[in-house]
């Protein structure tokens, strides 16, 4: 990555300097102190303080840009959801895995409900969505229970067998007594699609040729009947559902699958306790890649947590975090983590920097820290402080691998939360920061009172908050679409065809407050 040196610095406006290795020697500072790029003498930057300029570029589309990682967890798309209980669970690990991300269920989880989310996850299909399911004899009002536990909003009606009977949306619910019986309010015979079309006759996935052209055909089927959704079938028996967008979608997304075909799971573990044994049961559950996690990543407890994980053998990409400098991540490096997790304080459920006055901003953290990573054959995720997709962009140009999410995503129909509507109408689900007095609650319910009282005392996070849902992008893919075509666009910006390249090529300039608001779109005239 580049910088343009500023008239301040005293170079002339426009003139780039490359950015220097993390090893480079400078008579100001440490090199492990110093952001990598970053002018000497300036201040820590996040990521509205700086902006990408254009470059040459030969990129024709920007679906010609590959958002693959290069970190061995096998994304396709550079977006982790955090472990954070009000973020992710078994639908949006099942939904971001769908699209080529990865989703880390949280350490506050029991083992054995955690065994049970990973069979599930691994049991659905990669292609098609997971249906909500009723009976015929199942009311109006279950059904409107669940449908907001899916982006498709609708349900459908088998019998004991499988066997798809009829499709309920919310408008056959609507103006309906809640207790009608679905029977009386479900639309059957309507179209039905055969999951052999989207294989090869050995049954095995068809090629990516082949399932584009069935995808068109599955879209046409359904435009020229109006119809939003489809039961896919096999055999008789209801294997998923495909809509139109999620025909479409299939189309540009490739779904990030373990070794076997099965979607990826990630899943974390703390630093207390008996780290090894935890690790051993979530290894042997099948998780895809292991998150060794606490707010404060560079510590003794972290190295003994992974010595204890590295003791194992782990034949999985080992995550460890969270640190904000070039020590920090050597040392985790060192230590056995494969990719190291960057950020303190910027997530909106944060209170820590607040509290402490600890942190960094995000945009030189992960600057200075990718580029240690990456000189020791790591990588790091960018953890936290992502509120637009020009954000994810500026992380990725910085070097990181992936870009972790967790409010953003929060306020999606995906995530685990129950969905409230305030005083005004609008649909929200609840958020809280994994150092609040909530999440302390969960995570020490097998302690005694006295001990989680006291603990309770040291609270960091804020509790409780609203992420409403954007009418326009309610879902997590709707959120996924918006982020990876700003991505693309930054990408064909730079002239890069992968994330290495973008990491190489992208020219960052450093810009006022009235230059971020320059840049923001107005909802009316001035």
């Given at each position: 990555?580049?910088?343009?040196?500023?008239?301040?610095?005293?170079?002339?406006?426009?003139?780039?300097?490359?950015?220097?290795?993390?090893?480079?020697?400078?008579?100001?500072?440490?090199?492990?102190?110093?952001?990598?790029?970053?002018?000497?003498?300036?201040?820590?930057?996040?990521?509205?303080?700086?902006?990408?300029?254009?470059?040459?570029?030969?990129?024709?589309?920007?679906?010609?840009?590959?958002?693959?990682?290069?970190?061995?967890?096998?994304?396709?798309?550079?977006?982790?959801?955090?472990?954070?209980?009000?973020?992710?669970?078994?639908?949006?690990?099942?939904?971001?895995?769908?699209?080529?991300?990865?989703g880390v269920l949280p350490q506050d989880i029991p083992l054995p409900v955690i065994r049970e989310v990973i069979d599930w996850v691994k049991g659905r299909d990669p292609l098609f969505e997971t249906p909500v399911v009723l009976g015929p004899d199942?009311?109006?009002?279950?059904?409107?229970?669940?449908?907001?536990?899916?982006?498709?909003?609708?349900?459908?009606?088998?019998?004991?067998?499988?066997?798809?009977?009829?499709?309920?949306?919310?408008?056959?619910?609507?103006?309906?007594?809640?207790?009608?019986?679905?029977?009386?309010?479900?639309?059957?015979?309507?179209?039905?699609?055969?999951?052999?079309?989207?294989?090869?006759?050995?049954?095995?996935?068809?090629?990516?040729?082949?399932?584009?052209?069935?995808?068109?055909?599955?879209?046409?089927?359904?435009?020229?009947?109006?119809?939003?959704?489809?039961?896919?079938?096999?055999?008789?028996?209801?294997?998923?559902?495909?809509?139109?967008?999620?025909?479409?979608?299939?189309?540009?997304?490739?779904?990030?699958?373990?070794?076997?075909?099965?979607?990826?799971?990630?899943?974390?573990?703390?630093?207390?306790?008996?780290?090894?044994?935890?690790?051993?049961?979530?290894?042997?559950?099948?998780?895809?890649?292991?998150?060794?996690?606490?707010?404060?990543?560079?510590?003794?407890?972290?190295?003994?947590?992974?010595?204890?994980?590295?003791?194992?053998?782990?034949?999985?990409?080992?995550?460890?975090?969270?640190?904000?400098?070039?020590?920090?991540?050597?040392?985790?490096?060192?230590?056995?983590?494969?990719?190291?997790?960057?950020?303190?304080?910027?997530?909106?459920?944060?209170?820590?920097?607040?509290?402490?006055?600890?942190?960094?901003?995000?945009?030189?953290?992960?600057?200075?820290?990718?580029?240690?990573?990456?000189?020791?054959?790591?990588?790091?995720?960018?953890?936290?402080?992502?509120?637009?997709?020009?954000?994810?962009?500026?992380?990725?140009?910085?070097?990181?691998?992936?870009?972790?999410?967790?409010?953003?995503?929060?306020?999606?129909?995906?995530?685990?939360?129950?969905?409230?509507?305030?005083?005004?109408?609008?649909?929200?689900?609840?958020?809280?920061?994994?150092?609040?007095?909530?999440?302390?609650?969960?995570?020490?319910?097998?302690?005694?009172?006295?001990?989680?009282?006291?603990?309770?005392?040291?609270?960091?996070?804020?509790?409780?908050?609203?992420?409403?849902?954007?009418?326009?992008?309610?879902?997590?893919?709707?959120?996924?679409?918006?982020?990876?075509?700003?991505?693309?666009?930054?990408?064909?910006?730079?002239?890069?065809?992968?994330?290495?390249?973008?990491?190489?090529?992208?020219?960052?300039?450093?810009?006022?407050?009235?230059?971020?608001?320059?840049?923001?779109?107005?909802?009316?005239?001035?």
């Amino acid at each position: 990555m580049r910088f343009i040196e500023s008239a301040r610095h005293g170079e002339r406006t426009g003139q780039t300097t490359e950015t220097p290795s993390a090893t480079e020697d400078s008579a100001q500072t440490q090199p492990q102190e110093q952001p990598k790029g970053q002018a000497r003498g300036a201040t820590d930057l996040t990521y509205a303080d700086v902006f990408l300029v254009p470059s040459r570029s030969e990129m024709t589309s920007r679906l010609d840009a590959d958002l693959s990682s290069d970190d061995g967890t096998g994304t396709t798309i550079p977006l982790v959801a955090a472990n954070m209980t009000a973020v992710t669970g078994k639908r949006m690990v099942e939904t971001l895995a769908r699209r080529g991300g990865l989703g880390v269920l949280p350490q506050d989880i029991p083992l054995p409900v955690i065994r049970e989310v990973i069979d599930w996850v691994k049991g659905r299909d990669p292609l098609f969505e997971t249906p909500v399911v009723l009976g015929p004899d199942n009311t109006v009002i279950d059904a409107l229970h669940l449908m907001d536990k899916r982006a498709h909003g609708a349900v459908v009606v088998v019998n004991g067998e499988g066997r798809c009977l009829g499709v309920v949306s919310a408008a056959d619910c609507t103006g309906v007594d809640r207790f009608t019986s679905l029977a009386s309010v479900m639309k059957p015979g309507g179209i039905e699609l055969d999951a052999r079309a989207f294989e090869q006759s050995s049954g095995a996935p068809a090629s990516n040729g082949e399932r584009s052209a069935a995808l068109r055909e599955a879209f046409d089927t359904l435009d020229a009947t109006a119809s939003e959704l489809a039961p896919v079938l096999r055999d008789g028996k209801l294997l998923g559902v495909l809509t139109r967008t999620g025909a479409l979608r299939s189309t540009i997304y490739q779904p990030a699958l373990d070794s076997s075909g099965r979607l990826k799971v990630a899943a974390a573990v703390g630093i207390n306790g008996d780290v090894r044994g935890k690790a051993a049961e979530l290894l042997d559950a099948g998780v895809d890649c292991l998150v060794v996690d606490t707010a404060h990543g560079h510590q003794k407890k972290m190295f003994e947590a992974l010595a204890a994980v590295r003791g194992l053998d782990p034949q999985v990409p080992v995550v460890a975090g969270n640190v904000v400098s070039a020590d920090g991540v050597r040392d985790l490096i060192e230590a056995g983590a494969d990719i190291v997790k960057v950020g303190v304080g910027p997530g909106a459920m944060c209170t820590t920097r607040m509290m402490t006055a600890v942190g960094r901003p995000q945009f030189s953290a992960v600057l200075e820290c990718a580029a240690m990573a990456r000189s020791m054959g790591g990588t790091v995720w960018a953890d936290g402080g992502v509120r637009y997709p020009r954000d994810v962009a500026l992380a990725l140009a910085a070097g990181a691998s992936q870009v972790m999410i967790g409010s953003w995503f929060a306020g999606t129909y995906e995530s685990p939360g129950d969905m409230l509507t305030d005083a005004e109408g609008r649909r929200y689900k609840e958020s809280f920061g994994m150092a609040s007095a909530r999440a302390v609650q969960n995570r020490t319910q097998g302690e005694g009172t006295f001990d989680r009282a006291r603990k309770g005392l040291f609270e960091e996070g804020i509790s409780s908050s609203k992420m409403y849902l954007d009418p326009g992008r309610p879902g997590l893919e709707d959120l996924l679409d918006m982020i990876t075509a700003g991505l693309r666009s930054s990408m064909t910006y730079a002239g890069a065809t992968n994330l290495a390249e973008f990491a190489e090529r992208a020219l960052v300039g450093i810009q006022s407050d009235a230059g971020y608001q320059e840049g923001r779109p107005l909802s009316q005239s001035w």
